[in-house]
């Protein structure tokens, strides 16, 4: 099992973005690190500092249940794309390991599913 990330446009050839679970806490993990945030310390990962004491564009995305919740809506895809992006970029600059190669490919694929979101003026569904 595994969470998959779509455009919410009903083409099934779309792109989109699929994790394991854990791939994706993962993923989220090193994005939110990114941010100078640790995850484990936010209200809904087992700590208790709630997501308005924190400023970042990622939030709808990081703070987004795995199952569930609210799609992001085509303008916090269209807030989201260009961090992400940004973020992206750093990594390149930062090293070569496995694990870290794998996350930049994966925030490529996902910038370019948000990026779909945003032209097409429809949701990140999470299934």
């Known amino acids: 099992m595994g969470l998959v990330l779509f455009p919410g446009d009903g083409d099934l050839s779309s792109a989109d973005m699929s994790w394991s679970y854990s791939g994706f806490a993962a993923f ?6 990114a941010e100078g945030l ?15 004491e924190v400023s970042t564009t990622l939030e709808p995305l990081l703070d987004h249940p795995d199952d569930g919740g609210d799609d992001l809506s085509p303008a916090d895809c269209a807030v ?48």
């Open 28 to 33: 989220r993990q090193r994005l939110a690190q």
């Open 38 to 52: 640790v995850l484990s310390e936010m209200w809904g990962f087992g700590g208790e500092r709630p997501w308005r």
């Open 80 to 127: 989201i794309l260009p961090r992400l992006e940004a973020i992206t970029d750093q990594w390149e600059r930062e090293g070569d390991d496995r694990l870290l190669r794998q996350d930049i490919e994966d925030a490529r694929q996902l910038a370019g599913v948000l990026r779909l979101c945003v032209e097409k003026d429809v949701p990140l569904l999470f299934l």
